[in-house]
């Protein structure tokens, strides 16, 4: 590992679809050197190796390393878990909700020995859970932990709306809240084309459509693969959250966070829009929601509290 380049240093943890397809696409972009973990020997190094060797063509001079110890993780700036589970055909995320918290918790745990001063994102589903779960683990303020969900929700919004509309998706600002998935709480007022309120452009009943086939998005993508998910746009999220810590871009996006009595909700991660810079979640940013829009969001935040329950944390 090239510890004197100087660069900053982001730790993969899992080196499954989306663990692989987040350290390429952070490689690709020339943004830190990488470390891909997994506990499966040789598949780190491999694929890790593969990724180094198209550092050339993409005009990338990071370092890309492939490794079971987390002693090569060591003073990591961010720390991504992907490791875990794979949801299959008919699996709800929260059927793997304790496979993979035994998972989670050994991850963050080691990576928080190995890098005090990380931050940590979590997109193992299901996702909430998982971030509150590692939040407990490393002991970290809960700035410095958050979870993956509502960027790529709001892109696979974002994704069908530009092909309802026939616009280009740079122009769609998508907003939601809650859950990721199944107890994703859209947001249509706060949903624009260039500025334009979707409930402005299309009926009820098709935004009723498009947000139900967002919610569903994962699964529609497990019923066509048959085995294992999705991974291209898990990544993709996953990415744009990396670049806006480890640059301080200070991007306004949907993650999952702890909430302290914001929305009304107090000691539990889930959903919200908010301030990535280089401290993590710098601020949580509160919408006035309508009162059925409250209702949604208290409803999803039972569901994740369900599940905080039934891992006792």
């Known amino acids: 590992?090239?510890?004197?380049?100087?660069?900053?240093?982001?730790?993969?943890?899992?080196?499954?679809?989306?663990?692989?397809?987040?350290?390429?696409?952070?490689?690709?972009?020339?943004?830190?050197?990488?470390?891909?973990?997994?506990?499966a020997e040789g598949i780190p190094q491999g694929k890790a190796l593969d990724?180094?060797?198209?550092?050339?063509?993409?005009?990338?001079?990071?370092?890309?390393?492939?490794?079971?110890?987390?002693?090569?993780?060591k003073d990591s700036d961010i720390v991504v878990i992907t490791a875990g589970f794979p949801?299959?055909?008919?699996?709800?995320?929260?059927?793997?909700?304790?496979?993979?918290a035994g998972v989670v918790k050994a991850a963050s745990g080691a990576a928080a020995t190995a890098s005090p001063n990380a931050v940590i994102i979590v997109?193992?589903?299901?996702?909430?859970?998982?971030a509150q779960l590692a939040w407990k683990t490393t002991g970290f303020s809960c700035r410095r932990v958050m979870g993956m969900g509502g960027i790529l929700d709001a892109a696979r919004f974002r994704a069908f709306l530009s092909w309802e509309l026939n616009v280009s998706p740079e122009d769609i600002e998508a907003m939601l809240l809650g859950g990721h998935g199944d107890q994703m709480v859209p947001l249509p007022r706060f949903t624009t084309v260039k500025g334009i309120p979707i409930t402005e452009l299309l009926k009820k009943a098709r935004i009723d459509a498009l947000v139900q086939r967002t919610r569903s998005g994962g699964a529609e993508i497990v019923g066509l693969l048959k085995s294992g998910s999705a991974y291209y746009a898990p990544a993709a999220a996953t990415c744009q959250?990396?670049?806006?810590?480890?640059?301080?871009?200070?991007?306004?996006?949907?993650?999952?966070?702890?909430?302290?009595?914001e929305y009304g909700a107090k000691g539990l991660y889930v959903g919200v829009p908010v301030i990535l810079g280089k401290e993590g979640v710098e601020k949580?940013?509160?919408?006035?929601?309508?009162?059925?829009?409250?209702?949604?969001?208290?409803?999803?935040?039972?569901?994740?509290?369900?599940?905080?329950?039934k891992l006792d944390i």
């Open 1 to 39: 590992m090239n510890t004197t380049s100087g660069r900053k240093k982001i730790t993969v943890v899992g080196a499954g679809n989306v663990g692989a397809s987040t350290a390429q696409l952070i490689a690709k972009e020339g943004l830190a050197d990488v470390v891909l973990y997994d506990i």
């Open 51 to 73: 990724i180094a060797e198209a550092c050339p063509l993409w005009g990338s001079a990071v370092s890309v390393k492939g490794t079971n110890s987390y002693s090569d993780t």
């Open 87 to 100: 949801r299959k055909p008919d699996m709800s995320r929260d059927d793997l909700l304790h496979a993979n």
């Open 123 to 130: 997109v193992t589903n299901p996702m909430d859970a998982m």
């Open 241 to 261: 959250m990396v670049k806006s810590i480890l640059l301080d871009e200070k991007r306004l996006l949907p993650c999952a966070a702890y909430l302290n009595g």
């Open 284 to 309: 949580v940013v509160e919408l006035k929601l309508t009162k059925e829009e409250k209702a949604m969001f208290k409803e999803s935040c039972t569901a994740v509290k369900r599940l905080v329950r």
